[in-house]
């Protein structure tokens, strides 16, 4: 979920409601550690201030003052609860910097994707900047794509140079797909957004325009059920995460989701992924939230924590269990 402050405090008033009573997850440590992957992480910039925006769960206010101590909570986090490997993209300002400073920072956990959306107010990059990042492998992921919050689908001509890049350099791409705060449209950022762009079926012509294209439905489309098992049972390339449902939705309503989605045999497709946004101790409240599902065997979540992440990102031999 890519958003800034000023909106998270929407979102906030709406989750709200979620309540305090899973408030003993923010200190979730899972037995026994098991490594696990994490595709959706968010970063700032180093000397953003963030806001004091409560935790909409436990309602505590954030930790971290800045962007940088941010990250380092955020990594604390990672090594405490065995995430070995994290996708991160920025979520406000410059978010191409913020996500390499990242991975500078963490040069064997982290993995720095390109965020993009191509609003009035965050136009998209520049697409020999991309090239040559990507080429480089600074940045691995062309994602977190917030087309949504700019009133477009994936599908969009907007989009078509970056996913033509995206496809020659065979560089995975993760779309926003599913919600937004509540009152967004209403926002200035993003007059254009509908919840109905949300819906991964949007995404069927940008796939069918470019065959090879690794797509992650981020936020695995929720509220769009049957939406995204058509798109995930049609292309054997779309895999889908689970950012920001694991931890912000009512637990009832995210395991019926995910058990819809295991259910329709998709389990080799789902991939862990937290959406920290501010909190990184919603880390571990999204592992508590994949976890807590008692209708997945401990080899299914094996493969969500890992496994599908690994096949997704096509993770070498090597960097699969660094550091
Ligand atoms: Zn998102």
């Not at 995975?172 to 937004?180: C, E, F, N, W």
């Not at 065959?211 to 929720?222: D, F, I, S, T, Y």
């Not at 571990?284 to 807590?292: D, P, R």
Request: proline fraction near 8%.
């Amino acid at each position: 979920m890519v958003i800034d402050r000023r909106r998270f405090l929407q979102l906030c008033a709406g989750a709200g409601a979620i309540g305090m009573s899973r408030a003993r997850a923010a200190t979730y440590t899972p037995s026994p550690k098991l490594p696990i992957i994490d595709v959706h992480l968010h970063a700032y910039p180093a000397d953003m201030a963030l806001p004091a925006t409560p935790n909409p769960v436990t309602g505590k206010p954030p930790g971290p003052k800045d962007g940088e101590a941010h990250l380092r909570a955020c990594l604390a986090e990672m090594k405490r609860l065995n995430v070995v490997k994290g996708v991160v993209s920025g979520g406000s300002g410059d978010r191409l910097g913020a996500a390499a400073h990242w991975h500078e920072a963490a040069p064997d956990r982290i993995i720095a994707g390109a965020g993009i959306r191509g609003s009035e107010d965050t136009p998209l990059p520049e697409i020999g900047l991309l090239r040559k990042e990507f080429g480089e492998g600074r940045l691995r992921v062309l994602g977190e794509v917030s087309a949504q919050y700019a009133g477009l689908s994936l599908s969009d001509p907007k989009y078509e140079p970056y996913l033509a890049l995206a496809e020659e350099l065979d560089v995975p791409v993760a779309l926003h797909t599913g919600s937004g705060p509540p009152g967004i449209s209403y926002d200035p950022c993003c007059h254009g957004f509908r919840a109905s762009l949300g819906n991964p079926a949007l995404v069927e012509e940008a796939l069918n325009r470019h065959p090879k294209l690794r797509l992650n439905v981020m936020h695995g489309g929720w509220p769009y059920l049957e939406g995204t098992i058509a798109i995930v049972n049609h292309y054997p390339q779309v895999y889908v995460d689970l950012g920001a449902i694991d931890w912000l939705l009512p637990r009832a309503e995210f395991h019926a989701y995910l058990g819809a989605l295991t259910r329709a045999g998709f389990g080799k497709r789902i991939m862990f992924g937290s959406d920290q946004i501010f909190w990184p101790e919603a880390i571990g409240m999204a592992v508590e939230g994949v976890e807590s599902a008692r209708f997945l065997t401990p080899s299914q979540k094996r493969d969500i924590f890992y496994g599908n992440a690994v096949r997704f990102f096509r993770l070498g031999k090597g960097e699969q269990m660094k550091p």
